[in-house]
């Protein structure tokens, strides 16, 4: 039997992938079925909008490393059926208050959902450290990966869609729905393993304060934290620049930029099918190093580029070598933390990476303003560079070690 058709038997893959794909299809309708109302509501108001992203990311920062610690204590299905259960409810609770005529519930159903995530998220790592081999672990995040990164294209597609056709009401209706789907699909999960208590109980806060500890004692995922802050500075910093590379580089009207997002979604779908591929014959470390360099260079092209054709195909190879960023970096993760920390090692690692890009999201309209555009996108290459050299004693080590087994 092959290593795909053993991995797709696999139980656990099924059902976190076909869960995985009603709770794309639940936050992408959500997503866009709020941001449409609101600005309709609101008028186009910017800070409303601003509002949307806000209830969106900010947990994140608040709940990833409480979430990781709990996805560590509590058993990680259960954990997983009833953030979706819970979110459901929420969902379902907005939509009465929707009907009674406070619109502005719609910024509670993102802030509710997005906080479960943060528990339902380190706990699905943790299911992945348990059920899936090793030696698959690279093709599992892989295939993940790639449906959210196809997501990222059909999903605003489907959420104007529905939104356009039956309001908000109904969006907000098929959103719980996608979730209690979801949490149907994850009742078919294998049943949590009965973990003997140990004598002495231990707290939270002691808990967290260990998973701290685990990171910062162990050089691997030490220096992966810094390289994934280092990419979340460098991505951070362009990603609100794109419009201005179609209007001031480009010369085109803003309109463009959907193009330019499409050709980019586009390249993670094909970037993660690639990624699938190459899982058995490329090192995780080895595809972190080789999609982030390559990246540094798209993004310095982009910068450079007046061209549309150019832009374009450095905009595509950068969404190419996207999915090996991060596929690489989850892998890792699960394969260099025991099975007891994965939750907290992850919950820590979240916030480096979004925490990076947040505060480079925030500054990226000033360094444009003082530096200008062409050389904003130029510091952002050099941090993927940065972040190369960062992980470079890594990749050598493991050279090192495939020399010493080949010449055994």
Same mark, same amino acid.
């Given at each position: 039997?092959?290593?795909?058709t053993?991995?797709?038997?696999?139980?656990?893959?099924?059902?976190?992938?076909?869960?995985?794909?009603?709770?794309?299809?639940?936050?992408w *309708?959500?997503? +866009? /079925? $709020? !941001? @449409?109302?609101v600005?309709?509501?609101?008028?186009?108001?910017? %800070?409303?909008?601003s =509002? #949307?992203?806000?209830?969106?990311?900010?947990?994140?920062f608040?709940?990833?490393?409480?979430?990781?610690?709990?996805?560590?204590?509590?058993?990680?299905k259960?954990?997983?059926?009833?953030?979706?259960?819970?979110?459901? *409810?929420?969902? +379902? /609770? $907005? !939509? @009465?208050?929707?009907?009674?005529?406070?619109?502005?519930?719609? %910024?509670f159903?993102? =802030? #509710?959902?997005?906080?479960?995530?943060?528990?339902?998220?380190?706990?699905?790592?943790?299911?992945?450290?348990?059920?899936?081999?090793?030696?698959?672990?690279?093709?599992?995040?892989?295939?993940?990966?790639?449906?959210?990164?196809?997501?990222?294209?059909?999903g605003?597609?489907?959420?104007?869609?529905?939104?356009?056709n039956?309001g908000?009401?109904?969006? #907000?209706?098929?959103t719980?729905?996608?979730?209690?789907?979801?949490?149907?699909?994850?009742?078919?999960?294998?049943?949590?393993?009965?973990?003997?208590?140990?004598?002495?109980?231990?707290?939270?806060?002691?808990?967290?304060?260990?998973?701290?500890?685990?990171?910062?004692?162990?050089?691997f995922?030490?220096?992966?934290?810094?390289?994934f802050?280092?990419?979340?500075?460098a991505?951070?910093?362009?990603?609100?620049?794109?419009?201005?590379?179609?209007?001031?580089?480009?010369?085109?009207?803003?309109?463009?930029?959907?193009?330019?997002?499409?050709?980019?979604?586009?390249?993670?779908?094909?970037?993660?099918?690639?990624?699938?591929?190459?899982?058995?014959?490329?090192?995780?470390?080895?595809?972190?190093?080789?999609?982030?360099?390559?990246?540094?260079?798209?993004i310095?092209?982009?910068?450079?580029?007046?061209?549309?054709?150019?832009?374009?195909?450095?905009?595509?190879?950068?969404?190419?070598?996207?999915?090996?960023?991060?596929?690489?970096i989850?892998?890792?993760?699960?394969?260099n933390?025991?099975?007891?920390?994965?939750?907290?090692?992850n919950?820590?690692?979240?916030?480096?990476?979004?925490?990076?890009?947040?505060?480079?999201?925030?500054?990226?309209?000033?360094?444009?303003?003082?530096?200008?555009l062409?050389?904003?996108?130029?510091i952002?290459?050099?941090?993927?560079i940065?972040?190369?050299?960062?992980?470079?004693?890594?990749?050598?080590?493991?050279?090192?070690q495939?020399?010493?087994?080949?010449?055994m």
């Open positions: 039997m092959s290593g795909e053993s991995f797709l038997r696999n139980r656990f893959v099924q059902a976190i992938l076909i869960s995985g794909l009603f709770l794309q299809l639940g936050i *309708i959500r997503n +866009f /079925a $709020v !941001l @449409l109302f600005m309709e509501q609101t008028n186009e108001d910017p %800070f409303a909008v =509002l #949307i992203s806000v209830a969106e990311y900010a947990p994140i608040v709940f990833s490393i409480i979430g990781g610690t709990f996805a560590d204590r509590w058993k990680p259960r954990t997983m059926v009833w953030c979706d259960i819970l979110s459901a *409810i929420s969902v +379902f /609770a $907005v !939509l @009465l208050t929707l009907v009674l005529g406070s619109w502005q519930v719609v %910024f159903a993102m =802030l #509710i959902s997005s906080i479960l995530s943060q528990f339902s998220q380190p706990s699905g790592m943790k299911l992945f450290k348990v059920h899936v081999p090793e030696s698959q672990l690279q093709m599992g995040m892989s295939m993940y990966q790639t449906m959210f990164a196809l997501f990222m294209i059909i605003p597609v489907i959420g104007t869609v529905v939104y356009s039956f908000i009401t109904v969006s #907000i209706m098929i719980g729905i996608m979730f209690l789907l979801s949490a149907m699909a994850l009742m078919f999960l294998p049943a949590d393993k009965e973990v003997k208590k140990e004598q002495e109980q231990t707290t939270v806060i002691q808990e967290l304060v260990q998973g701290f500890r685990y990171v910062l004692n162990n050089r995922l030490t220096i992966l934290g810094a390289n802050f280092v990419a979340g500075l991505l951070g910093l362009i990603q609100p620049l794109g419009i201005f590379i179609v209007t001031q580089q480009l010369q085109l009207d803003k309109e463009f930029v959907q193009w330019f997002m499409v050709v980019n979604g586009v390249g993670m779908v094909i970037g993660g099918g690639l990624a699938l591929l190459l899982s058995k014959t490329v090192t995780p470390i080895r595809m972190l190093a080789a999609g982030m360099l390559i990246n540094a260079m798209m310095s092209i982009i910068g450079f580029s007046t061209n549309l054709g150019l832009t374009l195909t450095a905009q595509f190879f950068s969404g190419l070598l996207i999915p090996a960023v991060q596929i690489s989850n892998t890792m993760i699960l394969k933390a025991e099975e007891t920390y994965v939750g907290r090692v919950g820590i690692m979240t916030p480096l990476f979004m925490g990076a890009m947040v505060i480079m999201m925030g500054s990226a309209g000033i360094l444009k303003q003082f530096l200008g062409m050389t904003s996108y130029q952002s290459a050099v941090c993927m940065i972040g190369v050299a960062i992980i470079l004693p890594l990749v050598l080590k493991q050279q090192a495939n020399n010493i087994k080949a010449n």
